[in-house]
């Protein structure tokens, strides 16, 4: 079955950078596009970045274009969220997710805490 596990996550200050990872299994993943959502406190969950299968076509919400840059490494299986000049309002459970047989699969999430 599908296995997301997302890691990296942690408590930085303002304009820090992290790199969050989504290691994917259970599932032919080079075939596969894949996701970065967020979810804050109170707050319904949100699109961060998508990758295609070959990581030719690449889309940002707008709140994280310029900052965080979204990669995967195939052969890996993992699924990368590098994230720079983080703001507090980007505090939040970040999650990774594809979507397969018309089912989103997730993992379980990796807290972001971005506080001085």
């Known amino acids: 079955q599908v296995q997301l596990v997302e890691s990296g996550g942690g408590l930085v200050k303002p304009g820090g950078s992290l790199r969050l990872s989504c290691a994917a299994s259970?599932?032919?993943?080079?075939?596969?596009?894949m996701s970065w959502y967020r979810q804050a406190p109170g707050k319904e969950r949100e699109l961060v970045a998508s990758?295609?299968?070959?990581?030719?076509?690449?889309n940002y919400a707008d709140s994280v274009k310029g900052r965080c840059t979204i990669s995967r490494d195939n052969a890996k299986n993992t699924v990368y969220l590098q994230m720079n000049s983080l703001k507090p309002e980007d505090t939040a459970v970040y999650y990774c997710?594809?979507?397969?047989?018309?089912?989103?699969?997730w993992g379980q999430g990796t807290q972001v805490t971005v506080s001085s």
């Open positions: 990758i295609s299968a070959t990581g030719g076509w690449i």
């Open positions: 997710k594809t979507i397969r047989s018309g089912k989103d699969n």
């Open positions: 259970g599932f032919p993943f080079s075939s596969y596009y």
